[in-house]
């Protein structure tokens, strides 16, 4: 029999649990932020006074009537706003949310199903931000792409590991004939 490889620290005993939970915390406050964002795209639209406010607001700020581009810019996110595809973006991010929410306490109660629905989820996103990476680079995009490789990383090496003492530790029973 073949001795197992040598296991990094980070996997062993109360180091795993504790950056299991890092992760877990991790997803909950990305979901936070997510859930305000849903939300205020949902209702936000909905209040016309803040809406005219806001861009009151804006086109001081920015000197509207001096600047033809950001001018037609406002003018194509009215279009997009009138068309529904702010609700439509709100629901989404509201439906990521709750994959987030479900993933992080899941992960924080160190259920092994929750690891396995991270590992997927996350590792589904990381071609997308490599493509973002690819048109848009910049630091902020690397360290979320580093973070997710290693959460990608890290969730796989527990589940290996977990997967090989549950065999371990309970061997099949031999049963005796006669």
Same mark, same amino acid.
């Given at each position: 029999?073949?001795?197992p490889?040598?296991?990094?620290a980070i996997?062993?005993?109360?180091r795993r649990?504790r950056y299991?939970?890092?992760?877990? !915390? %991790?997803?909950?406050?990305? &979901?936070?932020?997510?859930?305000?964002?849903?939300?205020? /795209? $949902?209702?936000?639209n =909905?209040?016309?006074?803040?809406m005219?406010?806001?861009?009151?607001?804006i086109a001081?700020?920015?000197?509207?009537?001096?600047?033809?581009?950001?001018?037609?810019?406002?003018?194509?996110l009215?279009?997009?706003?009138?068309?529904?595809?702010?609700r439509a973006?709100?629901?989404?991010a509201?439906?990521?949310?709750?994959? !987030? %929410?479900?993933?992080?306490? &899941?992960?924080y109660?160190?259920?092994?199903?929750a690891? /396995? $629905?991270?590992?997927? =989820?996350?590792?589904?996103?990381?071609?997308?931000?490599?493509r973002?990476?690819?048109?848009?680079?910049?630091?902020?995009?690397?360290?979320?792409?580093?973070?997710?490789?290693f959460?990608v990383w890290f969730?796989?090496?527990?589940?290996k590991?977990?997967?090989g003492?549950?065999h371990?530790?309970?061997p099949?029973?031999?049963v005796?004939?006669?």
């Open positions: 029999m073949t001795k490889g040598h296991e990094p996997l062993q005993g109360a649990v299991l939970k890092l992760i877990a !915390l %991790f997803k909950i406050a990305k &979901g936070a932020l997510l859930l305000v964002l849903g939300v205020s /795209l $949902l209702f936000l =909905a209040r016309t006074r803040w005219d406010a806001l861009s009151n607001w001081d700020e920015i000197l509207l009537e001096h600047s033809k581009a950001v001018a037609y810019l406002l003018h194509k009215q279009a997009v706003l009138a068309g529904g595809t702010l973006t709100g629901l989404l509201l439906f990521y949310t709750a994959v !987030l %929410f479900t993933e992080g306490i &899941g992960v109660m160190q259920q092994r199903w690891e /396995l $629905l991270m590992i997927f =989820a996350t590792a589904s996103l990381i071609p997308l931000e490599v973002h990476l690819w048109h848009r680079p910049g630091l902020v995009g690397v360290l979320i792409l580093l973070a997710n490789c959460i969730l796989y090496r527990v589940l590991r977990d997967k003492k549950v371990v530790a309970h099949p029973e031999l005796e004939t006669r």
